[in-house]
């Protein structure tokens, strides 16, 4: 069985940095893309940054310049490294994994989400 782990969360001040981590684990035959979604109170999830397979990446105007995504193939692992927090960055942050399973049928599987809190 194919799962999403995410990891990173906590408590930063305003202005700081913080990283999350998606690590996949279990067998997929192809991933397409890694998405990063966000849902703060009161919002509707918004999708962050993604970055496909081939290593193309885009972002929310929201978090253009201040957001990177990035992955690291052998430890089968994207991140999201978040510079510059605002009090607005608050909300659960959702690893969206694109894939394809073993008879090329798409797939679509997510984290559990992980709380990012930005306060002083």
């Known amino acids: 069985q194919v799962r999403l782990a995410e990891s990173g969360g906590g408590l930063v001040q305003p202005g700081g940095s913080h990283r999350l981590s998606c690590v996949v684990s279990g067998t997929v035959f192809s991933i397409d893309a890694i998405d990063w979604y966000r849902q703060g109170p009161g919002n509707q999830r918004e999708l962050v940054a993604s970055?496909?397979?081939?290593?193309?990446?885009n972002y929310a105007e929201s978090v253009k310049g201040r957001f990177t995504v990035s992955k690291d193939s052998g430890k089968n692992a994207v991140y999201l490294e978040m510079n510059n927090l605002k009090p607005e960055d608050t909300a659960v942050y959702y690893c969206?994994?694109?894939?394809?399973?073993?008879?090329?049928?798409?797939?679509?599987?997510w984290g559990q989400g992980t709380q990012v809190t930005v306060s002083s």
């Open positions: 970055i496909a397979k081939g290593g193309s990446t």
């Open positions: 969206d994994l694109n894939g394809r399973d073993t008879r090329n049928f798409d797939f679509r599987l």
